[in-house]
């Protein structure tokens, strides 16, 4: 994945600044090295996984 943000011209650099940040976020870049961050093993994300589904179904009969 390679991003590419090149200077406009009269642009400034708080403009390309922004314009760098929301590519990044579009590109999920962010969320992505945040979910690499710390190494979960599988049963872990099993039971996160579970635990958000569970949530998920208790918020939809409130509903």
Aim: hydrophobic share 35%.
């Amino acid at each position: 994945m390679s991003l590419n943000v090149t200077v406009r011209e009269g642009e400034t650099q708080d403009s390309l600044l922004r314009r760098f940040q929301r590519m990044i976020q579009m590109e999920g870049v962010l969320r992505e090295a945040k979910a690499h961050r710390h190494f979960i093993s599988r049963g872990d994300a099993a039971r996160i996984k579970q635990r958000a589904n569970a949530r998920r179904r208790r918020r939809q009969r409130q509903v």
